[in-house]
């Protein structure tokens, strides 16, 4: 049944009827809300009127109940959270009940309003409270029988909605004594922490304050402080922007939920350069910090490094180890050659004389530094070769020999002048050019081997105090050009095509970036290569029976901006020969090469291999 249009009219044959006393109007359906907090009952005002009436006096279906103000009362926040999802189980909650009239809505009373109605006789007229008898508008008496009785209104729901404002004054400069029961909290990538906590120079941040432009947090357990620590860093040399200028470590370690700043008697060493280059750093970890926090994981002491500028030109990191010592040679006897090359990764696993205190030992990477006694046939070339550049760098053979004789993890060096290098002729300027020895050092960038900035730096003073005042030299690592090819091959019957498709992928690799693969194998300046070599050198696979087309893919690097970072984007090229633009640069094997298998039909068509299918977000898509 629908809602009436009033009540009084509804419900009036109950109260005409002697059944209840008042009569009904729409007001007096009323309800209360009360809240339930730790099995107390606290009253929210007086009861309201449910339904509501329009400009004409007529019910409306909408019910808007409004409060303006919960009560004080005691609440208790260690028990709000509770595992059940049953709304009687919590601790707190409200109840909106009906609070009159007591009948509800006379769903009891109408079979006896009814009864009362149908039974009586002529003789059965409507009284008022005293007795006296009601008469109609035409002076007669109301007859109980001809009153018409409506079945009770049965209210349905269809939804409810509850939408509240709360506020509160919380005093942050309040002492730890007289700390407000409620708090602020800031919600940070891997915790929170109330912001009262946080106080920065009598400042107080709604939101989290990040100022630093890099962060590394190091979590460390079973940790007692006061006690130092010594941490591995191996960096991925040449990783980092070597045209930016390293930005300044700032380390701290977490107190609670504040970070506090090492001192400078806490900062034992630092061999990384500011972590530029592979190192141990060691540091004398306070008793002020603390492994029960909410800002981080609990259960670690954390340490965090940040820098505010120039972020990227830190290298990446490869890994990090705590419990790191360096280990020196020390010559027993050695034959002569054995510094010839680094000592690779593992080769100690202990020590000579057993330590109980210590469990393992490891050596995770290869050696550095080492440099063999000189031969004579070494001292033949260093001998003439000093007579020739007379230790003096003038031309470009004179920087190059001096970078090799006096840096032996210099590989190979090209010095380009201002005029070979496009500057200008007038310029005093030369741009030194190395390239790092990766033999046996099991680098991280295998196809583009880079020098650390900080050898570049070292590189640059050494040269500076041979050279002329007015020279300008710029040591630099190479530019390295990487191209993708995509081609389309058919694998001979019976291969094992995927097991082939990464197989020509690595061997594609290693024919264009031989060095990463072999120690023979030459890096050079300037070079380029012709798509029919790779497409000879694609079908002189034993497992390849053919190749269909192949397509050179550029890429090409937009400027860095003031952050450092650089935007990279891919085309494919027309051009049937890949090639540098630049003195200083080398061709490498891009990590991946886009590879599509043809049909087992011997004739081949181009338009196969076109449409959505064969096309990728990289090289046929732009993003912008």
Not at 32 to 53: C, G, M, Y
Not at 227 to 248: A, C, D, H, V
Request: proline fraction near 6%.
């Amino acid at each position: 049944m629908g809602l009436p249009k009033d009540f009084s009219t509804h419900y009036e044959a109950y109260s005409r009827a002697g059944v209840i006393t008042n009569a009904i109007a729409n007001d007096s359906f009323q309800a209360s809300l009360k809240l339930r907090n730790n099995r107390s009952l606290v009253d929210i005002e007086t009861s309201k009127p449910i339904f509501a009436q329009d400009g004409d006096n007529k019910l409306s279906n909408a019910i808007y109940l409004n409060y303006n103000k919960i009560p004080d009362y005691s609440l208790d926040t260690s028990t709000l959270e509770t595992e059940t999802d049953d709304p009687f189980e919590q601790n707190r909650y409200f109840i909106l009940e009906l609070a009159s009239p007591d009948f509800a809505f006379a769903h009891d009373l109408y079979p006896i309003v009814l009864n009362k109605v149908t039974s009586a006789t002529d003789k059965d007229v409507v009284k008022d409270k005293d007795g006296t008898k009601v008469k109609d508008k035409d002076g007669k008496d109301i007859k109980i029988k001809s009153l018409t009785v409506y079945p009770p209104y049965t209210p349905e729901v269809k939804a409810i909605y509850l939408d509240y404002t709360a506020s509160e004054e919380i005093d942050l400069q309040a002492s730890q004594s007289e700390q407000e029961p409620s708090k602020i909290f800031q919600l940070n990538p891997f915790g929170y922490a109330d912001i009262q906590t946080l106080n920065q120079d009598n400042q107080y941040y709604l939101l989290p304050n990040y100022q630093e432009q890099g962060t590394l947090y190091i979590g460390i357990r079973n940790l007692q402080p006061p006690q130092n620590i010594s941490i591995l860093f191996q960096m991925i040399p040449g990783s980092g922007n070597g045209e930016l200028i390293p930005p300044q470590i700032h380390w701290s370690y977490l107190s609670g939920n504040s970070w506090q700043k090492f001192q400078d008697t806490e900062m034992l060493s630092d061999s990384t350069n500011g972590l530029v280059d592979s190192g141990i750093i060691r540091l004398s970890i306070p008793d002020k910090a603390t492994s029960q926090h909410n800002l981080l994981p609990s259960g670690l002491h954390w340490l965090r490094a940040t820098v505010t500028e120039n972020a990227a030109a830190i290298p990446d990191t490869l890994d990090i180890k705590t419990q790191a010592v360096r280990a020196t040679f020390v010559n027993q006897g050695n034959a002569a050659d054995h510094l010839s090359k680094p000592l690779p990764a593992n080769s100690i696993q202990g020590f000579v004389t057993r330590d109980p205190a210590i469990n393992t030992v490891q050596q995770p990477y290869s050696s550095f530094g080492g440099k063999p006694k000189e031969d004579n046939r070494a001292f033949t070339m260093r001998v003439s070769e000093r007579l020739r550049h007379k230790q003096r760098a003038i031309t470009a053979w004179d920087y190059e020999r001096l970078v090799l004789e006096h840096f032996p993890q210099i590989y190979k060096v090209k010095c380009i002048t201002s005029a070979a290098g496009n500057h200008n002729p007038g310029d005093a300027k030369v741009t030194v050019v190395v390239i790092p020895d990766v033999a046996n050092t099991a680098p991280f960038f295998p196809l583009e081997p880079k020098a650390p900035s900080y050898l570049l730096k070292e590189i640059q003073a050494y040269l500076q105090n041979y050279t002329s005042p007015f020279v300008q030299i710029v040591v630099k690592n190479p530019r390295y050009k990487p191209i993708q090819y995509k081609v389309g091959i058919r694998f001979r019957a019976g291969s094992d095509q995927g097991n082939y498709l990464k197989q020509l992928n690595e061997d594609i690799k290693r024919f264009l970036s031989p060095w990463a693969y072999e120690e023979q194998a030459d890096i050079t300046f300037g070079s380029s290569i012709p798509n029919s070599s790779v497409i000879h050198f694609i079908k002189k696979r034993s497992y390849v029976d053919d190749v269909g087309y192949l397509k050179l893919i550029e890429q090409v690097a937009i400027k860095a901006g003031s952050g450092g970072k650089s935007d990279i984007y891919y085309r494919v090229i027309p051009s049937n020969l890949a090639q540098v633009q630049h003195p200083d640069s080398i061709l490498v094997s891009a990590p991946q090469h886009i590879i599509y298998l043809m049909g087992t039909e011997k004739s081949y068509d181009e338009e196969d291999f076109e449409g959505i299918g064969y096309m990728s977000i990289v090289t046929d898509f732009k993003v912008i």
